[in-house]
């Protein structure tokens, strides 16, 4: 799947949020620009064949020249004009042009947005122009910008159709590394009509993605120590055309699940035993974060398997520390699970619904010989854990305690991310190295003497601090994640078989796309065929997201989607039947099972959302997922006070 996070990634976007910081840069070429607000047209060849958004407001034109720092022009550079309020990684062009042979150009966009205006030129470093509001309000003013490096190198490459021939309508937008990046900051190459092109850019690591009409897209990763050659990027094949067979195929295999509530059973239980029962985990996705029937579905889910299957625990994405609070509750029943929901750190779980199945599971604990823990499995905030652990160490390792507590004490502090940032490898080796006395010492205290005294916990906080050290030094958020399920079932819950809950691009394998791997794959690689990835689906309905408008603050909304288009495979299995349905993909064969296995377009939402074109994605369902779901119709989560 096109996965939004692991996408993100990739980009260097922190997670949930698309945009970076501003900063200066080396000299390069010049734009320069002034707007004017008559109609004009996007100057320059190559130009006419892009398929550019439609205009919504009465056209701007920005004109300009490009240079170079002698102040000569810069011919045949390539102009193109991003919208800032886009994220990151939606965002197209809303006109290009190339600079004439006194280095002039034109841009015709909407007159209501605010723009970048990125220029590449072959041979010469890059150039950003960010273009506001209030320069369109003053006619006369002029700005200038220069930046890149003075260690340019030329990247070259080819833009192909899936089955070789050179893709002359398309365009590839070329994303600089995170560190300098400026917001929209996306430069662009247009193919000849050999589907040649050539950028040059200040060395590190890009993203290289290209586009054209009629075509799913490619991506490619431009490596610093990558060998100058040429990159190809072969655009995908369409997806392949539904078999006639495929509704039927799908409707012989699905299982109806009751999400109506809770400790009604499940009337066709034993299939979805059948399909689950032998799994160590069964990672079950969600489309978007902020629907209710998601956690349902996986409550149902859950609930069944603990019941028939010895499943007992819950993973989820939040905080390990905050949530094995949670768990206190569902073992014991003390406390207060809608004040410890709400301390998550994250909206995702402060709803009523998640309050709803925490209840359920402590109602299973109240009356099962099998009790089901409800445990954290993402690193989020340190002072928590920190807190605790020092604690436990003055009560049981006084020593301990006071040979480490300087170097541990920095991770109660709330800015602790950005001191770990501005540290040297000295700082970060000492934490690193006293993270693990700590964790010698309660190994040691383990084989002495059990699980006495809170030991147990005191290991959990240790984990959440190790995960969070590993995250902000640099390791894949995905891979931290499943290592973190991985000690879980083996050190916390011993044998454990647990339903993963996270979203649809964590749960998934083997990304075809951005070829990242994600949560699913490196529990597959644990556990093998006992990691069971199950991808969930919606056909319309409302959901809560962030919101973020420039120079506010994210506000959480909620927001709606109609019926999926007609050729989406949320369509087809709206066709298949119940309200509510599980499918098992590995049995199926023939026409259908390589439909599947093509790309198909679907929606996804992510922590944020702005516009339905941000929802549209694609997947390879059989290859990304063992399993789907589909839920009719969602509703938006009823968030805690």
């Known amino acids: 799947m096109t996965s939004i996070d692991a996408a993100r990634r990739i980009l260097g976007l922190a997670a949930g949020l698309a945009g970076a910081v501003a900063c200066g840069g080396a000299s390069g070429p010049a734009a320069e620009g002034t707007a004017r607000g008559a109609d004009g047209r996007s100057s320059g060849d190559n130009v006419d064949a892009m398929r550019l958004p439609e205009r919504s407001t009465p056209a701007l034109v920005i004109a300009g020249a490009v240079r170079d720092p002698a102040g000569r022009p810069v011919p045949d550079a390539v102009v193109a004009a991003f919208p800032l309020e886009a994220s990151l990684l939606e965002a197209k062009p809303r006109a290009i042009a190339r600079s004439g042979a006194r280095g002039e150009w034109a841009l015709s966009v909407d007159g209501g947005q605010d723009y970048s205006i990125t220029v590449a030129a072959a041979g010469r470093s890059p150039a950003y122009l960010p273009w506001s509001a209030a320069q369109r ?15 340019a190198r030329e990247l070259r490459g080819r833009l192909i159709t899936h089955d070789g021939r050179p893709a002359a309508s398309g365009m590839v937008r070329v994303f600089p590394p995170l560190p300098g990046r400026k917001q929209q900051e996306i430069y662009l190459a ?3 009509e050999d589907g040649q092109f050539r950028v040059s850019l200040p060395r ?8 054209a009409p009629g075509a799913t897209f490619s991506v490619a990763r431009v490596q610093p120590d990558q060998p100058e050659r040429a990159v190809e990027l072969r655009l995908r094949p369409p997806a392949r055309a539904m078999p006639r067979t495929a509704v039927d195929d799908l409707r012989r295999s699905a299982v109806p699940v009751d999400i109506a509530a809770y400790g009604g059973g499940q009337p066709h239980g034993e299939r979805l035993r059948a399909s689950l029962c032998g799994a160590r985990v069964v990672g079950i996705g969600e489309s978007t974060h902020g629907s209710s029937e998601f956690t349902r579905f996986r409550g149902q889910v859950l609930l069944h398997l603990a019941a028939g299957c010895g499943f007992n625990a819950l993973l989820i994405e939040s905080d390990m520390s905050v949530a094995a609070e949670i768990d206190d509750f569902v073992l014991t029943g003390r406390g207060d699970p809608a004040a410890l929901a709400s301390r998550l750190g994250s909206w995702p779980y402060a709803h009523q619904e998640f309050l709803a199945l925490v209840r359920e599971v402590r109602a299973h604990n109240a009356r099962s010989g099998t009790p ?3 445990l954290g499995i993402d690193p989020y905030y340190p002072q928590l854990p920190a807190r605790k652990l020092l604690a436990y160490l003055k009560r049981h390792g006084r020593r301990l305690h006071d040979r480490v507590v300087a170097r541990l004490g920095v991770m109660e502090r709330v800015d602790f991310r950005e001191w770990y940032g501005g540290a040297g490898e000295g700082e970060h080796a000492a934490l690193r190295a006293s993270l693990g006395e700590v964790d010698a010492f309660l190994e040691a205290q383990e084989r002495r003497r059990g699980g006495a005294d809170g030991r147990a916990r005191a290991a959990l906080h240790l984990r959440a601090m190790q995960s969070i050290e590993r995250e902000v030094s640099g390791m894949d958020r995905g891979q931290t994640m499943a290592d973190n399920a991985r000690w879980l079932l083996d050190r916390y819950v011993p044998g454990g078989k647990a339903v993963l809950a996270a979203h649809n691009g ?18 597959a690689e644990a556990f093998g065929d006992r990691y069971v990835s ?13 919101f973020a408008e420039r ?11 109609g019926e999926p288009a007609p050729e989406s495979l949320e369509s087809v299995l709206g066709r298949v039947g119940p309200r509510a349905f599980y499918v098992d993909l590995r ?25 339905e074109d941000q929802a549209a994605q694609r997947v390879a369902p059989a290859l990304s997922f063992h399993a789907l779901a589909y839920i009719g119709e969602l509703t938006a989560i009823d968030t805690l006070p």
Do not use: N
Request: charged letters at 25%.
């Open 506 to 523: 964590h749960v998934l394998l083997a990304d075809p796309v951005w070829k990242v791997k994600e949560t699913g794959d490196w529990l």
């Open 587 to 611: 049995g199926l064969e023939g026409a259908t099972r390589s439909w599947l296995e093509s790309e198909l377009p679907c929606r996804e939402v992510g922590s944020m959302y702005s516009s």
């Open 204 to 211: 590190g690591e890009y993203l290289l993605i290209g586009d």
């Open 534 to 546: 199950v991808g969930v689906l919606f056909g319309k309905g409302s959901f809560r997201a962030l």
């Open 551 to 561: 120079g506010k603050p994210p506000e959480l909304r909620i927001f709606s989607l």
């Open 137 to 151: 309000r003053g006619a006369a003013e002029r700005a200038l910008v220069t930046v890149g490096a003075q260690d």
């Open 190 to 192: 247009l193919p000849g």
């Open 372 to 374: 089901v823990h409800i």
